[in-house]
Every structure is written in C-alpha cells, then in structure tokens.
C-alpha cells in the first residue's frame, strides 16, 4: 500500500506535459471573422439589370397566375369518369401541377425579389440575455407568493394533499389500458395446423400430393389438409390466413444422395422429398426462392440463404436458425402426409422461444 | 364529347408518350403472336431425316461440352431425357450454345436457323423420353388471367417479380423477366426447369394452370401503369432510389438557392 503511494508521489513529481488533444481550446482559434465585405449585387450597379429583375419577379408571379387558372380548368377540362383510372390519374395530374405552379410561382418570385431587389445590407443582431432583470424576478417571486396566499394552498392542508391524491392517481388508467396488448397468446406461436397424418396439400387449390408427382428438381408449394376448406367461407377466411401465416411450407426433391441428414431425422423425408417451412427464422418473410443446383434457398427480404441439403442451415444473411423442418412420410394410398408437427416454434425469435 | 375530349388528349404532353406506348404494345404482341405460333409445327414427330442432321450439328456444336452421346461432362449436363421442349428454350432465347461460364447463360442473338433448332430437338428427344414442345391450344393465351395470377404468385412471383419484372437470386444469377417472354418459353421454362429454376412439372401446375400462368402474363404486359412511369416495376428498391436522389437532391438544389446570395 505504502509502496503505491509512493509510486503515485514519483509520478506527481515527473513533469510530463500531457497533450491536451481535443480537450485543448485555442483561444485563437475561432476568431470572431466579422461581416464579410459586401458585395454591391449587379442590380444595385446597373438600371437594366434591376428592370430584367423586376420583369423576372412579375414574370413568376404571372406564371403563378397561369398556373392557377390552368388548375381551376384541369379540374372540369380533364373529366373523371366513374372509376376509370386514367381519366382519374390525368385529373389528379394536371390539377396538381397547376396548383403546384400556382404556388412554386409565388415562392420562387418572392424569393428572387428579394434577394435581388430588396435591400441587402448585412445586419448582425445581438443576441440579448436570456436571465431576467432582478426586477422582473422579484416581480414574478411575488406573483406567486401572492397567488399562494389568495388560494391558500400552504393554508389547507385538506385541499391541497386531496389535489396530490387526484394528481397521484389520473395517470393510472392510461397504464391499465396497456392491459389490451394482452394476454399473452399461450402456445399459439409454438403450435401449426400440422398434425400427425395431415396431408401435404397444394397452394391454393388444397389438393393432395403423390410422392410420386413430385420430381427431381420440383418445387411445391403446401398447405396443410383442410386449410383451403377454411379459406372458402368469410366467416373463416381470417382464421385461415392466421393458420397459414404459420404452416406455409415449400416441398422439394431432390437426388437423395445430396442430402445430409442427421441420424435423428433420417426418416423425416421420403426419398428425397423434404418439406421446410416457408417462414423466414429471421423476421417472417416467406423463403421460397429455390436454386434447382445450388439447393439454396434465399429470402427476398434481407438475402438470408438457406442450404437445403444440409437441414436448411443458415449460409448467409442475418437469420439466426435453420429453417424448422416437416417430417413427411407417405400414406397406403402413396399421398404424402405428416408425421407430425414441427419440432420447434416457425418463424421469427419471439420472447419465451427457447434458443 | 367525345371529339373534344380527343382533342384534348391529343394536346396533352402525354400524346407523344401514349403513341410510342402503343406501337409498342401492337409491335409487342405482334412479336409474341408470330413467335407463338412457330414451335407448335415444331411439337409434331420428327422426321428421321430431322434426327440425323440435329445429330450432326450437335456433333459439331454442342459435343465438346456435353459429350459425343450428350451423356454430359464436367463442363455441361447430360442431356439424355430432357426433350425437345428444353432444346428449344435454350436455343431460341440464345441462351444455348454457350458464350462463356459464369454464374448464369445469358440470353444472347439467336445462333441457329429455326430448321437446325428444330433438328437438335428432334436429335435430343430420340434419346428418351423427355418433355415435348407445347402444342398450340395450351398457348392461345385464353386462359383465366386472375386465375394464372393467383398461380404466378403463389409459384414464381418471389422470383420473377409480382407482374414478371424479374430480380436477383444468389452468386450473381437472377431471375430474368418475362416482359417478352413467348408463351411457348414461359410453357418450355417451367416444364423443364432451366438452370437454377426448379421444374413446374404437369403433376404440380397442370396444363390448364400454365395456359392461365401465360394469359396472366400476357395481360399483365397490355395493363396501363396508372400512376405513371412504372421505373422497370422493380419495386422499392428503385421508386426509393428515385426519391432519394431526385426528389431529395431537388430539395438540396432548392436550399442551396434560397441560400444564394445574388449576384
């Protein structure tokens, strides 16, 4: 201990000049440059030139005058007709570059008078105090005093600590409406419509799928058994985009022997039919744009690319898991079918998703 | 009525825009209509005579990539079994032969006489069996366009765009649009599935889905862009560019001139 202190003694004794670096203020180093000299503007020099200025300025507030009138015609001159888009576009169109001239004509005619003939002199305002004078704040200390005493806030006790209660308590139910962002939707993120048996069905017509239709190379877009049945009522249709939004799933082929599959999944494919799911890990866009060769799969919306061969592992871009694979087998009948559900959330990380 | 309001729509600065729109869309469709029609011959059996000339000019052309017997090699795919309908995709959009390696084909001038392309077909399709050349009344675009839009996407808008305007993929590849795209290409792309495109084989998107897929597309080309220049139809990637470089620079160049003193 005694050591260090010395140690901190010897260093307090060496003179070492620290650099300052940008905590160092040169006192000269902003110097005040003043007004700049002025500059005579051509018309102030020349009698022709400031009437060209002039002509200019009125020639804007003219074509301001134009423009407007040509708005008030482009409104009953370009007809709409019913909902015929064009007739509504070209109303829309002409009407608003009339207004807009309208108005660009005003502005850029004020502007140009004023920078060309109106005075130019630079002038530089002091900025003044923002602290009161002490008369004003005295006079302000007693306003208040003044206005404490006629209501008797210090006085009644009754009154004043009644306001603090209603002050303490009309936030709260602004607080108790955040209620509605609940509850919380269980296990609704963790579960899709797959379940055990349930048929691969086609995007959108919600027919069955052979092992066989599908071929080397083919992609199929999948809906599980009885969600195209949802779609066909109104009174289901939201039901049905919700449940969709979650069991989207791409099917490929592909040779069998490109695929790696890890001991625990050699029996979710069926000859080399895979099925993934179609949400991105990442923030939820649909991946479903497939290279025949590569076997990479790339969603549009942020590039994150997906090995198909290899469980659909992340190969680039910002998601963070492979996309969660179906297990599929076939049926007596040879459709392709369900061997459940996926094993893991779809979709996007959310806040009590594991991993 | 009527004649005044021709009148004032012949006045409008949009005139000179709307003629040029529309001798493009006539010329447009018109290309389309002509080439359509051409490899419906096609799709007919070949002849043996058409088997040994596509035979020779594939020798000749093709072989050094993809093997005397198209068996394929390091450079190129075997060709056994991948039809006609494949040959005359690749050939007539020029993508095939091709120019150079690299991340996808690009579509280039036609290399082949409509006949030797026929021929090479006919020469690949007696290998085995493999998709054939659309017939005509799969093409006639008379499908259901709201129908075939709601396939397209479904199936192929994530790549192509929502109305066909094309995008990127990995590596350098990307999907090409298919603004000028023939209904027998779009029909031959998705049963073959050319380079990193997946196969739309008749088990996935039947017959009828595919005339409705290309009736789609034709419509969507022939559809007015209301809200004006459309700037390639990409997206926000470029209507946001737009913004941020004109409209914002626009507001720089204002500032700078408020700011101005004058002379």
């Not at chain 1, 599929?328 to 806040?351: C, H, K, Q």
């Not at chain 2, 396939?151 to 350098?172: K, Q, Y």
């Amino acid at each position: 201990m005694s050591e260090k202190k010395n140690d901190l003694v010897k260093h307090e004794e060496v003179e070492y000049q620290y650099d300052a670096g940008l905590a160092k203020v040169n006192a000269d180093k902003f110097a005040d440059p003043g007004i700049e000299p002025h500059r005579v503007r051509m018309t102030d020099k020349s009698v022709k030139h400031e009437k060209t200025a002039a002509r200019q300025v009125a020639a804007l507030f003219f074509i301001s005058i134009a423009g407007s009138i040509f708005a008030i015609w482009a409104y009953f001159g370009f007809r709409v007709y019913g909902f015929d888009l064009n007739s509504i576009r070209n109303n829309a169109l002409f009407l608003g570059l009339g207004i807009a001239l309208g108005m660009l004509g005003i502005g850029i005619g004020a502007v140009h008078w004023a920078k060309t003939l109106m005075p130019d002199a630079e002038v530089s305002e002091a900025r003044h105090q923002t602290r009161g004078t002490e008369e004003t704040r005295a006079a302000a200390l007693e306003v208040i005093k003044l206005a404490d005493e006629e209501s008797g806030f210090s006085r009644r006790k009754l009154i004043r600590r009644s306001l603090y209660g209603a002050l303490a308590l009309f936030p709260i139910p602004g607080l108790v409406i955040f209620r509605d962002l609940g509850p919380n939707p269980s296990d609704k993120l963790k579960h899709t419509m797959w379940s055990a048996g349930a048929k691969l069905m086609r995007d959108p017509s919600g027919t069955p799928i052979k092992a066989s239709d599908v071929q080397v190379g083919s992609v199929f877009h999948v809906i599980p058994e009885g969600l195209a049945e949802l779609g066909e009522s109104d009174a289901t249709y939201g039901k049905m985009l919700e449940e969709k939004a979650k069991a989207a799933v791409l099917l490929v082929r592909v040779d069998p022997a490109d695929l790696k599959e890890s001991d625990a999944r050699k029996d979710w494919s069926y000859q080399g039919i895979v099925a993934y799911s179609k949400i991105c890990t990442h923030v939820g866009c649909p991946v479903a744009l497939y290279e025949q060769h590569t076997h990479h799969l790339l969603c549009p919306c942020h590039q994150s690319t997906f090995d198909l061969t290899d469980e659909c592992k992340v190969i680039f871009g910002p998601a963070s898991r492979p996309l969660p694979q179906l297990p599929i087998t076939v049926d007596a009948e040879g459709y392709l079918v369900a061997r459940s559900d996926f094993n893991e959330p779809v979709g996007p990380s959310f806040w009590d998703r594991k991993a | 009525m009527a004649m005044k309001k021709l009148k004032n729509a012949r006045r409008s600065p949009w005139a000179a825009v709307a003629a040029i729109a529309a001798g493009l869309i006539i010329t447009g469709s018109g290309y389309a209509a002509a080439t359509a029609s051409t490899p419906a011959e096609a799709g007919s059996a070949y002849t043996a005579d058409q088997v040994d000339a596509g035979h020779k000019l594939f020798l000749s052309n093709c072989a050094s990539c993809h093997g005397k017997n198209a068996e394929g090699t390091a450079n190129a795919p075997s060709l056994i079994g991948v039809g006609a309908a494949s040959v005359l995709f690749q050939v007539e959009t020029g993508r095939m032969p091709g120019q150079a390696s690299g991340p996808q084909l690009q579509v280039k001038p036609v290399q082949f006489k409509q006949a030797d392309i026929d021929s090479l077909a006919a020469w690949v399709s007696s290998l085995a069996p493999g998709p054939a050349a659309p017939s005509a009344e799969y093409l006639a675009t008379k499908g259901n366009a709201s129908r075939g839009g709601e396939i397209f996407r479904i199936n192929c808008a994530m790549c192509h765009n929502a109305v066909g305007a094309g995008g990127a993929l990995t590596g350098g590849k990307y999907a090409p649009p298919l603004t000028h795209t023939s209904a027998a290409h779009i029909y031959e792309a998705m049963i073959t599935g050319p380079q990193n495109m997946p196969v739309f084989s008749n088990s996935n998107l039947s017959l009828k889905d595919k005339t409705d897929v290309i009736t789609y597309l034709q419509e969507v080309q022939t559809n007015p862009s209301i809200g004006g220049y459309d700037l390639g139809n990409l997206g926000p990637v470029v209507e946001g560019l737009f913004a941020w470089i004109f409209m914002l620079g626009g507001l720089v160049l204002i500032t700078m001139w408020l700011g101005a003193k004058s002379n």
